[in-house]
């Protein structure tokens, strides 16, 4: 009965490292959503996952931003090349079926630092 | 584009006080609207949702919001606060039947006088 969970839960890197953090949805979940969330703010989208279909990749805020998924199992997103402006908390959150109808579950986030 | 204002950046009240939590949002539809309850060092949690229907929902922890269309807004209520109900609050919205994501708000901090 495992919720979602997110790996590594903190990470400090430098300015102008790539960094790689995982999720790991609910089994049989079939979208994937990915959120940004600076320190006192809301979330922010970046991208959603549905099945096999293309992904929607509207909310990523540059090209140094990239998400991976394979089938309807564990999701990476990539940030190359970082800067202290990605400094936040990045959220995970999967739901069974895709659309806003359907409820997210959230995992516990991975904390980026970039110094 | 849609987007979702939470007035209050922080609010404290004591233990035992009714509360009520402001969400304002600009969409031109009905969207579907969420609260979301972020406690320390857990992930968010769906508190209630509105989709159409009865403007009054219950949500679970005794909390409920109200829909209303004219005033574009979606408040959280609670009758009696818990110390334990100490925590970060998101409103957020969804276009109604179209698009994927969730817009949140900037959140509001309760803090809970004993």
């Known amino acids: 009965g495992a919720g979602v969970s997110q790996s590594p839960s903190n990470k400090v890197t430098e300015k102008g490292k790539d960094v790689e953090l995982r999720c790991d949805p609910i089994s049989g979940h079939t979208a994937l959503y990915w959120y940004r969330q600076r320190l006192g703010q809301g979330l922010e989208f970046l991208i959603y996952f549905q099945g096999n279909s293309a992904p929607d990749k509207s909310g990523l805020p540059s090209d140094r931003f990239s998400a991976e998924r394979t089938g309807e199992s564990v999701s990476t997103l990539t940030i190359q090349r970082t800067q202290q402006e990605d400094s936040a908390v990045y959220l995970c959150a999967s739901s069974l079926l895709g659309g806003p109808r359907n409820e997210q579950f959230f995992g516990p986030g991975t904390r980026l630092t970039v110094l | 584009a849609q987007s979702v204002t939470q007035p209050d950046i922080h609010i404290t009240v004591s233990e035992g006080a009714s509360l009520e939590l402001r969400c304002n949002y600009s969409?031109?539809?009905?969207?579907?609207l969420f609260w979301y309850v972020q406690s320390p060092g857990q992930g968010l949690q769906l508190l209630l949702k509105y989709f159409s229907g009865d403007t009054l929902v219950q949500g679970i922890k005794g909390f409920e919001a109200e829909f209303k269309r004219s005033q574009s807004s979606f408040n959280l209520r609670k009758p009696s606060v818990h110390w334990s109900d100490a925590a970060e609050y998101f409103c957020?919205?969804?276009?109604?039947?179209?698009?994927?994501?969730?817009?949140f708000g900037g959140g509001t901090r309760l803090m809970v006088k004993p």
């Open positions: 969409y031109g539809a009905t969207p579907y």
């Open positions: 957020a919205v969804a276009p109604g039947n179209a698009g994927n994501m969730l817009t």
